[in-house]
């Protein structure tokens, strides 16, 4: 994809996600419809699947020949398959735990691959009013502004987010909390924010020097982890091992 055919894309997947982010503000506050799919605290609302809905109706009709990852499609049944078509890869509500106890700390997350490559991030938490978006080559930003990492390399010094994952495997668990044991007298101070996508954003932001996760899909990490935090001038790594030593 040329530049003015990935500044067009960006455009409008900008105000599709402003739609969104809207609809995301509106219910945060309000009654919701629950559901689980993996287990008893992996969710999903009506918003989640009416974010879904907007959004990839929106760009289907603006870009006929993209194709699409949906986190609620792919839970729905949807293959989840990257070629190198462009490919829109969306988390309509990135934080549904948190939404559905009306804490704040959620948002929209959209990312343009093509190539296998990204290309345009944009993540967007509308109750705290904080757009960040990213284009590939062109930096970070936080509602216009330019964006980048702290830059502390010190690890006693650093402010770390970590999340405990949806998983109740007890296996899982058990690998989760024995790695934050083992991290937290290492680090300066832990914290979970319940949103991938916003504590990788945080990090891109310089409000946090690092971001822990064990076993993420595409669509956490499609816009904030693999554009964002790039264009930030961070490093993003994909642990080899299960347990931190």
């Known amino acids: 994809m040329d530049s003015a055919e990935i500044e067009q894309c960006f455009e409008v997947a900008l105000g599709l996600v402003k739609e969104a982010g809207q609809v995301v503000r509106e219910a945060i506050k309000k009654q919701k419809t629950i559901e689980t799919k993996s287990c008893n605290v992996d969710l999903v609302t009506e918003s989640d699947k009416a974010v879904e809905k907007l959004l990839i109706e929106g760009l289907a009709k603006a870009f006929p020949s993209h194709k699409f990852i949906g986190e609620e499609s792919t839970a729905a049944g949807a293959k989840c398959v990257l070629t190198h078509d462009p490919t829109w890869i969306i988390d309509?509500?990135?934080?549904?735990?948190?939404?559905?106890?009306?804490?704040?700390?959620?948002?929209?997350?959209?990312?343009?691959?093509?190539?296998?490559?990204?290309?345009?991030?944009?993540?967007?938490?509308?109750?705290?009013?904080?757009?960040?978006?990213?284009?590939?080559?062109?930096?970070?930003?936080?509602?216009?502004?330019r964006i980048r990492v702290s830059g502390q390399k010190d690890l006693s010094q650093a402010l770390i987010f970590a999340e405990m994952g949806t998983s109740r495997d007890p296996e899982k668990v058990k690998t989760v909390l024995t790695n934050l044991t083992t991290l937290m007298p290492r680090a300066h101070g832990v914290r979970g924010m319940g949103s991938a996508a916003l504590g990788i954003a945080s990090i891109a932001a310089g409000w946090g020097d690092a971001y822990y996760h064990l076993s993420l899909h595409c669509w956490d990490t499609a816009a904030a982890a693999s554009l964002l935090v790039v264009e930030a001038g961070a490093s993003c790594v994909t642990l080899q091992a299960a347990h931190l030593t």
Do not use: R
Not at 133 to 141: E, F, M, R, S
């Open 92 to 145: 309509p509500i990135d934080g549904t735990m948190n939404f559905v106890h009306s804490l704040p700390y959620t948002c929209v997350s959209v990312g343009l691959w093509a190539g296998k490559e990204a290309l345009v991030g944009i993540i967007f938490n509308p109750v705290l009013d904080q757009m960040f978006t990213a284009k590939k080559g062109q930096g970070a930003y936080l509602n216009g502004e």
